[in-house]
């Protein structure tokens, strides 16, 4: 049996800084796309940056939104009240509101706002401590991305959650760490993979994909992974290092039509002849004379 998909629209740091534009992507995502959730980040930068990182320049100047990686950091960065707001226009345009978290200051002031889950992204998943505090602290759904991690790092991610009891909260998503992807370095029977090992432990296999197009989204959900995280950008032109991998919103509204269609294809017949094929054979199947 396959759960109804859900279509995450990540829009990460792709509102440039403005909320004005991070406001359009949730009404377009919520009404145009349809998806179910829209996702943001939030990060302490002065907690999970070494003042050598934080004041060296950015290593791609011309994505750059300020002189210091630092600065173009901060430029991108919403307050907790930005994102209450935030929440608040996802509840006014009926998506849920998410966002990742980089640090355990993030993590405690999004825990503020009761959001219905949490993410935790593929760099931050060894953050134990930050682990630690949500699974006491917050009631909600943790999303974690298996990006750049080995075998026993996941293990030990799990174990850590058995052992407080959380692990039938935690959605584990295949992820492969690049912006954007090649098809042949997303790996997609990995899904098949923690489905089998980890699928009876945790409460759900999802797929966070970097890549081009909407093709293998749909082959990652008729393998398992039964929430599906893309980013989203109202363009793909745009400054910034994440535009060039994310979907446009007619590529967001697209995968979720065809995640649907395929989730009410999903079925055995049941019964060998269906009324639709019953009235067809009336008309068209062999009979000998």
């Not at 759900?204 to 980013?231: K, P, Q, W």
């Given at each position: 049996?396959?759960n109804k998909?859900?279509?995450?629209?990540?829009?990460?740091?792709?509102?440039?800084?403005?909320?004005?534009i991070?406001?359009?992507?949730?009404?377009?995502?919520a009404?145009f796309?349809?998806?179910?959730?829209?996702?943001?980040q939030?990060?302490?930068?002065?907690?999970l940056?070494?003042?050598?990182?934080?004041?060296?320049?950015?290593?791609?100047?011309?994505n750059?939104?300020?002189?210091?990686?630092?600065e173009?950091?901060e430029?991108?960065?919403?307050t907790?009240?930005?994102?209450?707001?935030l929440?608040?226009?996802c509840?006014?345009?009926?998506?849920?509101?998410s966002?990742s978290?980089?640090?355990?200051?993030?993590?405690?002031e999004?825990?503020?706002?009761k959001?219905?889950?949490?993410k935790?992204?593929?760099?931050?998943?060894?953050?134990?401590?930050?682990?630690?505090?949500l699974c006491i602290?917050?009631?909600?759904?943790?999303?974690?991305?298996?990006?750049m991690?080995?075998?026993?790092?996941?293990?030990?991610l799990?174990?850590?959650f058995?052992?407080k009891?959380?692990?039938?909260d935690?959605?584990l998503?295949?992820c492969?760490?690049?912006y954007?992807?090649?098809?042949?370095?997303?790996?997609?029977l990995?899904?098949?993979?923690?489905?089998?090992?980890?699928?009876?432990?945790?409460k759900?296999?999802?797929?966070?994909g970097h890549?081009?197009?909407i093709?293998?989204d749909?082959?990652?959900?008729?393998?398992?992974?039964?929430?599906?995280?893309?980013?989203?950008?109202?363009?793909r032109?745009?400054?910034?290092?994440?535009h060039a991998?994310?979907?446009?919103?007619?590529?967001?509204r697209?995968?979720?039509?065809?995640?649907e269609a395929?989730?009410?294809?999903?079925?055995?017949k049941?019964?060998?002849?269906?009324?639709?094929?019953?009235?067809?054979?009336?008309?068209?199947k062999?009979?000998?004379?």
């Amino acid at each position: 049996m396959y759960n109804k998909p859900r279509l995450i629209a990540e829009v990460g740091c792709n509102h440039k800084g403005e909320m004005e534009i991070a406001k359009e992507l949730i009404k377009i995502a919520a009404i145009f796309c349809k998806a179910d959730i829209v996702k943001f980040q939030k990060r302490n930068n002065k907690e999970l940056l070494t003042p050598e990182q934080y004041n060296a320049p950015h290593p791609n100047p011309v994505n750059s939104y300020g002189k210091t990686y630092g600065e173009h950091r901060e430029y991108l960065e919403f307050t907790l009240e930005q994102h209450r707001q935030l929440k608040e226009w996802c509840e006014e345009f009926g998506v849920v509101y998410s966002t990742s978290v980089w640090d355990l200051t993030s993590a405690k002031e999004i825990t503020s706002l009761k959001p219905e889950l949490i993410k935790i992204p593929s760099a931050c998943n060894n953050h134990y401590e930050m682990l630690d505090w949500l699974c006491i602290n917050y009631e909600g759904e943790i999303h974690i991305s298996l990006g750049m991690t080995t075998h026993e790092e996941e293990d030990k991610l799990i174990r850590l959650f058995e052992e407080k009891g959380r692990n039938k909260d935690l959605v584990l998503y295949s992820c492969t760490s690049g912006y954007p992807v090649p098809f042949e370095d997303l790996c997609l029977l990995e899904i098949k993979r923690l489905k089998e090992s980890y699928g009876h432990r945790v409460k759900e296999i999802g797929f966070s994909g970097h890549h081009l197009g909407i093709a293998v989204d749909i082959a990652a959900y008729t393998l398992g992974a039964t929430t599906i995280e893309r980013h989203y950008t109202l363009d793909r032109t745009w400054k910034g290092t994440d535009h060039a991998a994310s979907l446009e919103p007619d590529g967001v509204r697209r995968l979720k039509r065809d995640l649907e269609a395929t989730y009410k294809a999903l079925a055995y017949k049941k019964e060998e002849l269906l009324d639709i094929e019953k009235i067809q054979r009336e008309k068209l199947k062999y009979r000998e004379r």
